[in-house]
């Protein structure tokens, strides 16, 4: 027998062998129906795989991560089996789940060319392979006959992808005369899928290197009902509406130039200036919290991040070295701020009463991405970080990580990102070759976070493999208004740095100690977070972080100068406004300024003038009143008020 431990912590015994399709038929045949996967010991099975040990036990249906994840995976294979039908001799690389349905990278048959004309041949294909509900079925396999199926099969994608694989850990599945090397899961059998649709192709470089052949990737989604998917094109059209990419050039905030370089952002004065609010936010906060700022070069020594252990990690993708007149001086863009920020704690003794010690930089760092990679400010090569490192003392730690938790909260709050989850991102068990740092340290740190989440009541999901090199973080995945998911603001929780740079304090006994770092970032990037931003509200921003607060619409030439006047003094009071002076009739003016999401159109003619009024227009709803130059401060200083508090 075994022990079942399921998310509510009770316990029950089965019988070795047993299946999580059988588990969840015991508790509810409706239950078993809506299944996809099973979590055991913090991995994914299939349904209809035994279980042989004790496990923490949990069922997941379509609406859970890990239960789009099998059910996408198991739809890339079915993808996989229709292009087998469609195109002989077609080879097959890998083909992912990924966070919005799935792809598979393909090499075609020589002559053969895959467009969007080609999307409704395959889809169609794949729901009629689906309808056979054929079963995915597990097999393991030793190193030499995967390596013999793939060789004769002339599969060299494959071949080389088995050739790094340890004997005893390759495994294969098979549905209806289809089969792929794979690690799983999968649903039990192709009717699952009952809707799919393909999405778009691109190019993709074998093992993503520009030096290797370019195969083509295909992207594809499926639900378990016609109706998702029906849902889900409908919301994909909204996204299209809202992307930040097109709203950044409708708004102004934003460019790219091809002779500065691709992934390296330009910042036109709105947008500049909206950051600039979104900083002097943070900062003020952080000033509340203690933290002090810091500021550090955009380059280090190599040695710095060979210390840190950031180049053994990412030196081979990141901006490679660079060298100086001088034989033996090399240094990096700077990829992380933490080394500096070790650096300048220990420009300076510190005893066990100074700490904690908050240090707080915006710093901009750079990252070599792929520019198959690249998209829009989400992913780009030279990004800004609301940086902080704070240094305390081990009995300071679940305080310190507490507080980072109430700031972050806060962020969200104000900026109504509301709908979010905790992720604890832990290190693989199986495999710590990945990391650094002792097995008592990550020990401490993990359970400092678990601790701090428990004390906060915080909705948490763990996820092991997914923590840093160096420590263990909390990662806040927030659903925006369309309800898709981002990773927005992290904490995380490091006694590794501070050994590898041997920072110390004097502790009370005398003896010099470590301090323990927590490294964090509530926006994550100002980049990425600008982009989410963008997209969550529509381009409509929060009337205390939008570039525009009114603007002034003269119905003709004759009331400028009135118009001017009022901007003016609006101004003076910390009221945003410009004036539209264009020679155009006023209804054009009022379409023009909706199109750019200023909060508030002021309307200006005779009658305004005569007694020193503004006819007040609100975006996307119309006349809200006539209103005094005084009376409408008030009005915008009390709102923005609101929204900070």
């Given amino acids: 027998m075994i022990k079942i431990t399921f998310p509510d912590k009770t316990e029950k015994k089965f019988e070795k062998g047993i299946t999580g399709l059988e588990i969840a038929k015991g508790i509810s045949n409706r ?103 054929n079963e995915y079925i597990r097999k393991d396999m030793s190193k030499d006959e995967a390596l013999k199926y793939y060789t004769e099969k002339g599969d060299e994608y494959k071949v080389d992808l088995i050739s790094g694989l340890e004997d005893g850990t390759i495994t294969f599945y098979e549905q209806g005369n289809f089969t792929d090397l794979c690690r799983g899961p999968h649903l039990p059998n192709t009717g699952y899928i009952k809707a799919m649709k393909i999405m778009s192709i691109a190019g993709a470089y074998w093992k993503g290197d520009e030096k290797n052949k370019q195969l083509t990737r295909i992207y594809g989604v499926s639900f378990p009902k016609q109706k998702l998917l029906t849902e889900y094109l409908v919301l994909l059209e909204e996204a299209k509406k809202r992307d930040h990419r097109k709203l950044g050039k409708e708004l102004e905030l934003f460019t790219f130039s091809s002779r500065v370089g691709q992934g390296l952002p330009l910042w036109l004065p709105k947008g500049a200036k909206l950051r600039e609010r979104l900083e002097n936010f943070l900062k003020k906060v952080q000033t509340e919290y203690g933290y002090e700022p810091v500021i550090t070069p955009h380059i280090g020594q190599k040695e710095l991040y060979v210390t840190s252990g950031h180049y053994a990690k990412y030196g081979a993708d990141s901006f490679q070295p660079i060298k100086t007149p001088s034989d033996d001086e090399e240094f990096l863009l700077k990829p992380m701020n933490c080394p500096h920020h070790c650096e300048i704690y220990k420009a300076k003794p510190y005893s066990y009463k100074d700490l904690p010690i908050r240090f ?230 009022i379409r023009d300024n909706e199109l750019k999401r200023i909060p508030f159109m002021l309307i200006v003619g005779e009658k305004e003038v005569e007694n020193n009024l503004l006819s007040v227009r609100k975006q996307g709803e119309g006349d809200i009143g006539t209103m005094s130059i005084e009376d409408f401060s008030k009005f915008i200083n009390d709102r923005v008020a609101e929204e900070l508090k």
Avoid at 512 to 528: D, L, N, Q, Y
């Fill in 31 to 133: 239950l078993a129906k809506e299944a996809v996967a099973v979590g055991v010991n913090g991995k994914t099975y299939d349904l209809t795989r035994p279980i042989n040990e004790d496990a923490n036990f949990a069922i997941y249906k379509f609406d859970s991560e890990q239960g789009k994840d099998a059910f996408w995976h198991s739809s890339a294979h079915l993808m996989a089996e229709a292009l087998e039908t469609l195109y002989p001799g077609i080879k097959l690389w890998v083909g992912p789940s990924v966070s919005n349905g799935f792809y598979y990278d393909v090499d075609l048959p020589e002559g053969k060319t895959i467009s969007d004309k080609d999307f409704p041949k395959i889809e169609k294909k794949m729901l009629e392979l689906a309808q056979q509900k």
């Fill in 360 to 589: 707080a930089e915006f710093g901009t760092v750079y990252r070599y991405e792929q520019s198959g990679e690249l998209h829009g400010l989400t992913r780009v090569r030279g990004f800004t970080q609301d940086d902080a490192h704070i240094f305390c003392r081990p009995d300071q730690l679940k305080e310190e990580f507490i507080k980072v938790i109430d700031i972050v909260l806060y962020i969200f709050k104000t900026l109504d990102f509301e709908n979010f989850t905790t992720q604890i991102s832990l290190r693989d068990k199986d495999d710590k070759s990945k990391y650094i740092g002792s097995d008592k340290n990550w020990e401490k740190a993990e359970n400092a976070i678990i601790e701090a989440c428990e004390e906060k009541g915080l909705k948490t999901v763990v996820e092991y493999g997914e923590a840093a090199f160096y420590g263990p973080k909390l990662d806040f995945m927030v659903k925006d208004a369309l309800g898709r998911s981002w990773q927005l603001g992290t904490i995380q929780v490091d006694y590794n740095l501070p050994e590898r740079f041997e920072l110390e304090y004097t502790g009370s006994d005398d003896k010099k100690h470590r301090p323990v770092m927590i490294h964090r970032a509530p926006f994550g990037s100002m980049e990425r977070f600008v982009a989410v931003l963008i997209e969550h509200t529509a381009g409509k921003f929060p009337l205390w972080l939008t570039s525009e607060q009114a603007v002034i619409l003269p119905i003709s030439e004759r009331f400028n100068d009135y118009a001017k006047g009022v901007m003016e003094k609006l101004n003076l009071s910390d009221v945003r406004v410009t004036v539209d002076n264009r020679n155009e009739k006023i209804g054009k003016k």
